[in-house]
């Protein structure tokens, strides 16, 4: 089961936000704009796993999904894509 990065991050007005590691946050981390903080990152294997992790962070309980996608493992493509950055990534 491949595992990912995921980076929480706080806007430069202390919104959060979550967003893959790598390439597949870049468009993510464009919004943020200057002022923007890296807090954490969190590995998970599944879109589930990682929004529960940050909910914790977060204090809102709980994180509820439906979705099956939510719980499907992520793919080996993904892993590799995140695998080929610089190690300061």
Known sequence: MATLKHEYWLDSEGLPGLCHA???GDGFRKLLGEGATLV???EASTRYEAMSKYYQMLGRGAYDSDHPDDH???SEELRRRQDDLPSDK
């Open 22 to 24: 790598g390439p597949d």
């Open 40 to 42: 954490a990152v969190i």
């Open 72 to 74: 499907k493992p992520y």
